[in-house]
């Protein structure tokens, strides 16, 4: 592992700490703003000597910014280091595989990084624990007035910031949640009603990990579509509302649930399934570990793990969820290993941290 992100398995990043608002159901939320040099082609037209130039100006420009946090090269990288970063959310497939010098800055914290060089010359990240898009947005704004006051960028009078993808011209700002719905999962229809809903708003649904990703363990990812022709502050605004709405929605799902026999008896049935796996498995995979810990989850938020007596922290169930991914996997143990090894110590790993057995 590179000994510069040995601190990431110290701490959880700030937002999976606990005590976000609706942190039931609303894991975490982002805030991510696209911006480019005036004057320079997009990244994907760079030649190679002027993408490195410019990872070299924002070290120079920005450095009292990130002075105690981290600056790396993701073509130094392993693929293991560079799957903790993504598992982190600290950066994209596109930029670790980009064709071309690109850079990766962030604080110690992990509430706010910067992507150079990828779809963008700059992709300004923060976050924040549970549905608190308010609070993400409060922390980017340092960080874009810095980039806004060293560099010129390129900005049309009428349109607004322009970017390599026209979807993002105008505030090219996205407000993005990452969302558990085990409840809904459960029930199809009611899933769909509420993915249909977020469309009909002009939400994109994704993975977890964004873009191209599947939905594990039921977590999803919810983002505002247009960013041209209203402010950023009414686009966070429709994501927010959108994200309270959602999760009232899970919350009458769970307590349904609890409340009808068939569906309560079947939730009781997975629940002792996906915790013997979790307890009695020499193996297990990445996906399968997500879809009984979110199993896990949905009978503690719901209240059946406490009324068949069994002691769970919801919290805990979460940071194994992300703890549990290759990345993370590889990092704890200190070493690359190939899946069937992976999944040897991740069956051991999950049963120590759960203390299940």
């Given amino acids: 592992m590179d000994h510069r992100l ?7 990043p700030a937002w999976l700490l606990p005590g976000g608002p609706d942190a039931d159901v609303v894991v975490a939320s982002r805030i991510r703003l696209a911006r480019n040099l005036e004057g320079r082609p997009f990244p994907h037209r760079l030649a190679p000597e002027e993408a490195r130039r410019l990872c070299t100006e924002v070290r120079e420009r920005l450095s009292g910014f990130f002075e105690e946090g981290l600056g790396i090269e993701p073509e130094s990288l392993s693929k293991a280091d560079a799957d903790l970063l993504v598992e982190r959310s600290l950066a994209s497939r596109d930029l670790l595989e980009a064709p071309r010098p690109t850079l990766i800055l962030f604080n110690h914290e992990e509430s706010v990084g910067l992507m150079v060089n990828e ?5 300004i990240q923060s976050f924040a ?14 960080l874009v007035r810095r980039i806004g006051s060293r560099f010129a960028l390129a900005r049309h009078p009428k349109y607004g910031y322009l970017t390599a993808c026209p979807s993002n011209t105008g505030s090219g700002m996205r407000a993005s949640l990452l969302i558990h719905l085990p409840a809904l999962s459960r029930q199809k229809a009611s899933l769909q009603q509420a993915l249909q809903a977020a469309q009909k ?6 993975g977890v990990h964004g873009e191209g990703s599947r939905a594990l363990g039921q977590l999803y990812q919810i983002s505002n579509q247009r960013t041209l022709g209203s402010d950023w502050n009414s686009q966070v605004e429709a994501v927010q509302n959108f994200g309270q709405e959602v999760a009232r929605y899970e919350r009458e799902t769970r307590r349904a649930l609890l409340r009808e026999p068939g569906p309560k008896q079947l939730l009781i049935e997975d629940f ?9 498995s ?3 995979s990445t996906a399968q570990a997500l879809d009984a810990l979110s199993i896990l989850r949905l009978a503690v938020h719901s209240g059946l793990a406490e009324e068949m007596g ?4 919801a919290q805990l169930l979460l940071l194994n969820s992300f703890q549990l991914q290759p990345g993370h996997l590889q990092a704890r143990i200190g070493a690359e290993l190939p899946p069937e090894a992976r999944d040897a110590s991740r069956a051991h790993l999950l049963r120590e941290s759960l203390n299940l057995g």
Avoid at 129 to 138: D, P, T, W
């Fill in 282 to 284: 020499e193996a297990i």
């Fill in 310 to 313: 069994v002691s769970l922290d």
């Fill in 119 to 123: 779809e963008d010359h700059f992709r």
């Fill in 201 to 206: 708003s002009n939400l994109a649904v994704r």
């Fill in 6 to 12: 040995e601190p990431l398995l110290e701490n959880p």
């Fill in 272 to 280: 002792e399934r996906a915790y013997e796996v979790l307890a009695k």
């Fill in 129 to 142: 624990s549970g549905l608190n898009l308010q609070v993400a947005a409060k922390v980017a704004r340092p």
